[in-house]
């Protein structure tokens, strides 16, 4: 350990670092490799200000210093996490944090806990055959996706700063690289669980179960069955996280169980990518043949995910193991009607019809059905329907006309809409006519974004960014990306769709 790392001038961040205090032998400790030459690229100041982290007195180079890894700040107990995972089906035993490490967690404005984590600092103990390293291009595309979540209101993990480091990161051809400081709730995964249970270290589940438990759900605390609560718990944030991605035609892309955080947020930005024209077969992912992790398998992915972790908690349910499984099962086994339910909130909303009664869903599901059809036999972009279908609520219907070439299916199906809201308005006391029209058009705009991290937009920002040292495409994104849910007519190139022929030959890649 190389602690006298830790400047002396450098401002102490307020750290608590629990995991690394209450949970030895859960990590390895491991300083951040020296970097040549410190630049920054990117600082979230909101983020920062919220994290209570005082950042005004730094110059830029001493930012640099600090979110390259170069210099810690006073408290900071970096820690490289052991975890396991499944990778595509398959089960491996150790993965950890390879190139990545937790400075610390400090605790926000709101008293909510954070953990502050570099990724691409350098080797740790787990790196395997790997360099440790990041590049620019895939930070600043954490960063682009992963605030372009965030102000679409889906939880994810945050980046705060991204460094440059002046050194060369070898991938298929040499790239410029990069440290991004990334926030979460905390880096629990599923495959944090998996690990100590494939060794058979039941009471360091235990106690890692404990941990998770006062962390994420301390409401659990004590209670008789908190190890069967906690899987609900899980159980419940997957599902809810899963239906927001499908909302809004996110495909992770990497689904792998140690890229699944327990305290339910989007994380490991890799290869993920936003669908265009409706396609529940999409898959972008250069790595992912199978489809393992298309867009519509996401539901079905994420149940099987927490079936593994529901396999590491077994001896936690009950000291009878058939006990165990079936109190297992019956948790497994609700995620679909829990997934749906989520789903059906956010989509019935979609469509205008939030405040439809529940025995309506047949008829809102076959509706809802039938629209996603004719977007898919159509080509039509998901986003941009959607959101010309806010305006045709308010009877102005020709831009969601022009989306479409099936015009006779478009009006059918429009025509059976129109009734259904009129049904819904005759059943709310407060919609009526003119002024119904434009409370639906309104409460659509605010769940139907206009714009979201488009790929093409994303890599040109990316291309000119590590190519060209050029900053300002991606500056110019992330500000557009900040309020989705508005339309700006200065931002409109950012809302239109990429070329077919852009879309049909678009791959992502894992970024490693
Ligand atoms: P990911 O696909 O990013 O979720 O990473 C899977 C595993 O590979 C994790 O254990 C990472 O820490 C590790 N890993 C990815 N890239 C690198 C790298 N360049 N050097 C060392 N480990 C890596
Ligand atoms: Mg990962």
Known sequence: MKAERVAEEMTKFPFDNTYARELSGFYAACLPEDKPEANLLYLNRTLAEDLCLDLNLYEKSALAELFSGNRLPEGAEPIAQAYAGHQFG?????????????????????????????????????????????????????????????????????????????????????????????????????????????????????????????????ALLGKTDSYLEFLRFATAGQAALVAQWMSLGFIHGVMNTDNVSIAGETIDYGPCAFMEAYDPNAVFSSIDGQGRYAYRNQPLIAQWNLARLAETLLPLLSDDEHRAISLAKEVLESFPETYRHNWMEIMCAKLGLRGGKDQDLLADTALLDEWLALLHTDKVDYTLAWRRLADAAEGRLSELRELFSEQKALDAWLAKWQTRCAEVDRRSVSMNGIDAAQRRGHAMREVNPWLIPRNHHVEEALAAASDEHDLDPFEELLVALQRPYDEDLKLAKFAEPADASFTAGYRTFCGT
């Not at 700063?161 to 629990?188: C, F, M, N, Q, W």
């Open 90 to 218: 398959h089960f491996s035993p150790q993965l950890g944090d390879g190139r990545a490490l937790i400075i610390g967690e400090v605790i926000n404005q709101q008293g909510k806990r954070y953990d502050i984590c570099f990724k691409g600092s350098g080797r740790t103990p787990f790196s395997r055959g790997g360099d440790g390293k990041a590049a620019i291009g895939p930070m600043l595309r954490e960063v682009l996706i992963g605030e372009g979540m965030h102000a679409l209101g889906v939880p994810t993990t945050r980046a705060l700063a991204v460094a440059a480091t002046g050194e060369p990161v070898y991938r298929d051809k040499v790239l410029p690289g990069a440290v991004l400081t990334r926030v979460a709730a905390s880096h629990i995964r599923i495959g944090t669980f998996q690990f100590f249970a494939a060794r058979g270290e039941h009471d360091r589940v235990k106690r890692l179960a404990d941990y998770t438990i006062a962390r994420h759900c301390p």
